[in-house]
């Protein structure tokens, strides 16, 4: 009897096994998803007080952003992320950070150091202007440059000088 139960443990045990490895092997080569794969083409660089840092293949992002914008970012991979965005707007065009009366603006920020530190742009009178050079339903191309401050306190605040920046990557 004992052996008969652990024989039949056994038997479900590899059973399980065998239906888990089938499922997770499922062949799914007809995804016809519309979202685009980073190559090593795609980048995002700039120098950040004057150093420069280069972001590549997955470090590097776009997406569409509910209200017909964009949003560009890198990740943490090297300790320093930027982040773009402009709302209302997915056109080729100069957008400021900055803005009079309805026209779209752009905001970017930088986050450095170990803890993170933000520095937007907009605080303290800093500026920047982020350019859009070519935008599909696939890929956005374009250049930017900014500066941003740390966030709260009285003004002058804390800065970093973004300058140089460049990017092409799948949106």
């Known amino acids: 009897m004992k052996n008969n139960l652990k024989t039949l443990l056994k038997n479900t045990l590899a059973i399980l096994f065998i239906s888990l490895v089938t499922i997770s092997c499922n062949n799914d080569d007809d995804n016809n998803s519309a979202t685009p794969i980073p190559t090593a083409d795609d980048f995002l660089m700039a120098k950040v007080n004057g150093v420069q840092y280069n972001a590549t293949g997955f470090e590097v992002t776009a997406s569409r952003k509910t209200n017909g914008g964009v949003q560009i970012f890198t990740t943490i ?3 320093t992320q930027i982040q773009m965005y402009v709302d209302n707007v997915a056109a080729v065009g100069i957008y400021p950070t900055t803005s009079t ?3 779209p603006f752009a905001k970017m920020a930088v986050v450095t150091g170990s803890p993170a530190v933000l520095y937007e742009s907009g605080e ?3 500026s920047g202007v982020l350019t859009i050079t070519s935008i599909s339903s696939t890929e956005i191309t374009g250049t930017f440059s900014f500066t941003a401050a740390t966030i709260g306190g009285a003004c002058p605040r804390p800065t970093k000088t973004i ?8 949106l």
Do not use: H, I, V
């Open 124 to 126: 303290c009178t800093t």
């Open 77 to 79: 991979a090297t300790g």
């Open 163 to 170: 300058t140089e920046g460049s990017f092409k990557t799948p």
């Open 101 to 103: 009366g309805s026209n």
